[in-house]
C-alpha cells in the first residue's frame, strides 16, 4: 500500500516562502497516478492546491497559482511544493497526496498525515 | 465554477440510526464525477466513494453513495461509533471544488 509523508518546517515567517516536500513509499511515483498537494486551514474545509504527473504535466488551483511551484524528482521518489509571499491566511495542516485523474481532474486516494504550517513573525 | 453545498451542517444522531448526507451542485456534474471523504478529528480525509456509487477499497458496505447530474447522497445505513465525523463530497468534472462538510455528531 503506497504510503506518503510530508516534511518540511512548521513554521514560515510573512513574506517568506513555504517549502514542502512528500516521500512516497510502497509505489513508484512513475506509476500512472497523479501527485498533489491540499490544505486544510484549522477548523475550516479542504482546498487543492496543486497536482502533476511524473512527466511534468500539472494543474494549479487559479486562486494560488501565482504563487506556487510544484516539482518531482523520480530518483528519490519525492514531490515537492513552494508557497511564494505567505501570509497568516496561509497557516493551515498541508497534506500530500496520490490522485486518480479523469480527462483533467481528479479525486484524492491516498494521503499523507498532514503537517501544520504556521505563518507567523 | 461548480459550487457544492452541503446539508445539513451537522446530523446528530445516535449509534445504529441511519444518515442521509447531501451534496447539491450549482450544475450538473459531468460523468458523475463526484466523491465523497471521511475526515476525523486530528486525521487525513480518508476516500469512501468515487464516482458517486462506487466504495473505495476497503469501505464498509454500510456506506453507499447515490444521485446524479446536480443532486448527491452519500447514505450510512447503521451508524457505527467510529463513523462520527465530518463528511465532505468533491466533484471533478468540471475544476475540482469541495463542498463545505457535514459533521455528524453523536446524539
Known amino acids: 500500500q503506497v504510503q506518503l509523508q510530508e516534511s518540511g518546517p512548521g513554521l514560515v515567517k510573512p513574506s517568506e516562502t513555504l517549502s514542502l516536500t512528500c516521500t512516497v513509499s510502497g509505489g513508484s511515483i512513475r506509476s500512472g497516478y497523479y501527485w498533489g498537494w491540499m490544505r486544510q486551514p484549522p477548523g475550516k474545509g479542504l482546498e487543492w492546491i496543486a497536482y502533476?504527473?511524473?512527466?511534468?504535466?500539472?494543474y494549479y488551483n487559479p486562486a494560488l497559482k501565482s504563487r506556487v511551484t510544484t516539482s518531482i524528482d523520480t530518483s528519490k521518489n519525492q514531490f515537492s511544493l513552494k508557497m511564494t509571499s505567505v501570509t497568516a491566511a496561509d497557516t493551515a495542516v498541508y497534506y500530500c497526496?496520490?490522485?486518480?485523474?479523469?480527462?483533467?481532474?481528479?479525486?484524492?486516494?491516498?494521503w499523507g498525515q498532514g503537517t501544520l504550517v504556521s505563518v507567523s513573525s | 465554477e461548480i459550487v457544492l453545498t452541503q446539508s445539513p451542517g451537522t446530523l446528530s444522531l445516535s449509534p445504529g440510526e441511519r444518515a442521509t448526507l447531501s451534496c447539491r451542485a450549482s450544475q450538473s456534474v459531468s460523468s458523475n464525477y463526484l466523491v465523497w471523504y471521511q475526515q476525523k478529528p486530528g486525521q487525513a480525509p480518508r476516500l469512501l466513494i468515487y464516482?458517486?456509487?462506487n466504495r473505495a477499497t476497503g469501505i464498509p458496505d454500510r456506506f453507499s453513495g447515490s444521485g446524479s447530474g446536480t443532486d448527491f447522497t452519500l447514505t450510512i445505513s447503521r451508524l457505527e461509533p467510529e463513523d462520527f465525523a465530518v463528511y465532505y463530497c468533491q466533484q471533478y468534472g468540471g475544476s475540482l471544488t469541495f463542498g463545505g462538510g457535514t459533521k455528524v455528531e453523536i446524539k
Open positions: 502533476m504527473f511524473h512527466s511534468g504535466s500539472t
Open positions: 464516482g458517486a456509487s
Open positions: 497526496a496520490r490522485l486518480a485523474v479523469a480527462g483533467t481532474y481528479g479525486y484524492f486516494q491516498h
